[in-house]
């Protein structure tokens, strides 16, 4: 089966700092570009930030260039979203997901919550 299994939300206070881990399993991971995407109550899904097959530099929101860092670990099936100078407006569900010729795969979201 394939699973996307998101873990490393939490609450953090302004300008702190979290990183959110997205482990995959069940299909071929180096294979796809993945990306994080989040949701706040009562708005649409926002697209993050996604990093291609090989890793390397991501592609981030304006919203979030300059304090999200993306990152990929093909040994461990892994993505990361490395995340500072957090804002009461970055509180979200976050999202991974898995994106390869059409064939899309999500994973259950983690709770990032900015809040003094």
């Known amino acids: 089966d394939v699973q996307l299994q998101a873990s490393g939300g939490g609450e953090v206070q302004p300008g702190g700092s979290l990183r959110l881990s997205c482990a995959a399993s069940g299909f071929a991971f180096s294979d796809y570009t993945m990306s994080w995407f989040r949701q706040a109550p009562g708005e649409k899904p926002e697209w993050v930030s996604s990093?291609?097959?090989?890793?390397?530099?991501?592609i981030y929101a304006d919203s979030v260039k300059g304090r999200f860092t993306i990152s990929r670990d093909i040994a461990k099936n892994t993505v990361y979203l490395q995340m500072h100078s957090l804002k009461p407006e970055d509180t979200a569900v976050y999202y991974c997901?898995?994106?390869?010729?059409?064939?899309?795969?999500w994973g259950q979201g983690t709770q990032v919550t900015v809040s003094s």
């Open positions: 990093i291609g097959r090989a890793g390397g530099a991501g």
């Open positions: 997901n898995a994106l390869n010729d059409g064939t899309l795969y």
